[in-house]
Nanobody, 124 residues
């Protein structure tokens, strides 16, 4: 059974850092594009970051560029989202998703497998 499990969320003060993990079971992440999405209450889901399967190229939304970094550890079958300089507006449920396509996509509909999400709350 293909499964994605996120971890690492929590409560952090503004300016703090968190590292989210997206661990896969039942399949090898190497061959999949992995995206991180987030959804805040009352808002639509939006893409945060994405990492390709072919050359490891990455995409980061303008709102997180320079603060968030996506990376993958194929040996651990895990993708990470390092989040620094967190702001209250980063508060959301963060989910990772996988697609067998060759390139990153900002559209959630292009992804085939989803994790259950992890809550990130940035507040003093």
């Amino acid at each position: 059974q293909l499964q994605l499990v996120e971890s690492g969320g929590g409560l952090v003060q503004p300016g703090g850092s968190l590292r989210l993990s997206c661990a896969a079971s039942g399949f090898t992440l190497d061959y999949y594009v992995i995206g991180w999405f987030r959804q805040a209450p009352g808002k639509e889901r939006e893409v945060v970051s994405c990492i390709s399967s072919s050359d490891g190229s990455t995409y980061h939304a303008d709102s997180v560029k320079g603060r968030f970094t996506i990376s993958r550890d194929n040996a651990k079958n895990t993708v990470y989202l390092q989040m620094n300089s967190l702001k209250p507006e980063d508060t959301a449920v963060y989910s990772c998703a996988a697609t067998h396509r060759d390139y990153c996509s900002v559209y959630a509909v292009m992804y085939d497998y989803w994790g259950q999400g992890t809550q990130v709350t940035v507040s003093s």
